[in-house]
């Protein structure tokens, strides 16, 4: 089995006096894209915060590729190659899809340029001149999934990136995820939609009160669909 790039032990995390995460345990191996499925509140968007040093206060350990990053600020996590999408996508409405793409400093060998990402999000290359506030909401996911490819950042986490789209853009966004992966990037994504996340992922965490409760492999997520249900409440 391959070492893990992300190795997340005994995390707890903290918003002001709020204790959000405690004690989460996971990993992440390379090329691996990997879930953290759980109803809302259960501390899947502060886990990813908290992996790139966005929270007030941290304890425990995330070690990348080896390094402990728990520490470290938030630039630095970053130029570890580590790239947040988050759920708001944060996309420039006065730059236009090209200004988007290039506004990330690269960090690190390979990454994807602009032809290449053109050629893996056909829409926004159709739409390189419009403004940000011009783009559909599914056009807002892509690019900000696009930019962060560019970079060179190697471990990519994905906020929540089907919400509130057209079944036929989720269906894009499943397709744009096994083609990251198949590129060779390592993904862990966020997620309320299992039925979404089975078409991508290799394995799933499920938390729960701020911990991982459980590991489903994809290939037992059929067979353990009523403790699923259970768990989200579906």
């Given at each position: 089995?391959?070492?893990?790039?992300?190795?997340?032990t005994?995390?707890?995390?903290?918003?002001?006096?709020?204790?959000?995460?405690?004690?989460?345990?996971?990993?992440?191996?390379?090329?691996?894209?990997?879930?953290?499925?759980?109803?809302?509140g259960?501390?899947?968007?502060?886990?990813?915060?908290?992996?790139?040093?966005?929270?007030?206060r941290?304890?425990?350990?995330?070690?990348?590729?080896?390094?402990?990053?728990?520490?470290?600020?938030?630039?630095?996590?970053?130029?570890?190659?580590i790239?947040?999408?988050?759920?708001?996508?944060?996309?420039?409405?006065?730059?236009?899809?090209?200004?988007?793409?290039?506004?990330?400093?690269?960090?690190?060998?390979?990454?994807?340029?602009?032809?290449?990402?053109?050629?893996?999000?056909?829409?926004?290359?159709?739409?390189?001149?419009?403004?940000?506030?011009?783009?559909?909401?599914?056009?807002?996911?892509?690019?900000?999934?696009?930019?962060?490819?560019?970079?060179?950042?190697?471990?990519?986490?994905?906020?929540?990136?089907?919400?509130?789209?057209?079944?036929?853009?989720?269906?894009?966004?499943?397709?744009?995820?096994?083609?990251?992966?198949?590129?060779?990037?390592?993904?862990?994504?966020?997620?309320?939609n299992?039925?979404?996340?089975?078409?991508?992922?290799?394995?799933?965490?499920?938390?729960?009160h701020?911990?991982?409760?459980?590991?489903?492999?994809?290939?037992?997520?059929?067979r353990?669909?009523?403790?699923?249900h259970?768990?989200?409440?579906?």
């Open positions: 089995m391959a070492d893990a790039m992300l190795k997340v005994n995390l707890e995390s903290w918003y002001g006096e709020s204790h959000i995460l405690h004690g989460v345990d996971f990993e992440v191996r390379e090329g691996e894209v990997v879930t953290l499925l759980g109803r809302n259960a501390g899947k968007t502060t886990t990813m915060k908290s992996i790139m040093g966005l929270v007030g941290r304890a425990g350990s995330i070690r990348f590729k080896g390094e402990e990053i728990v520490g470290l600020r938030p630039d630095l996590v970053a130029r570890r190659g790239a947040l999408c988050p759920e708001e996508r944060g996309i420039f409405a006065s730059l236009d899809v090209t200004e988007n793409l290039m506004l990330p400093p690269r960090i690190a060998e390979g990454g994807l340029d602009i032809e290449r990402i053109y050629t893996l999000f056909p829409n926004l290359k159709e739409r390189a001149n419009s403004p940000g506030t011009k783009l559909s909401g599914g056009e807002q996911q892509m690019l900000a999934i696009a930019r962060i490819l560019r970079t060179g950042a190697r471990l990519l986490l994905l906020d929540e990136p089907t919400e509130g789209l057209a079944p036929v853009i989720v269906q894009q966004i499943g397709r744009t995820i096994r083609e990251i992966k198949a590129l060779g990037f390592t993904v862990l994504l966020v997620e309320q299992f039925r979404f996340a089975a078409t991508v992922a290799d394995r799933h965490y499920v938390m729960e701020g911990k991982v409760i459980d590991m489903i492999p994809n290939a037992e997520l059929e353990s669909m009523d403790k699923l259970e768990y989200l409440g579906v």
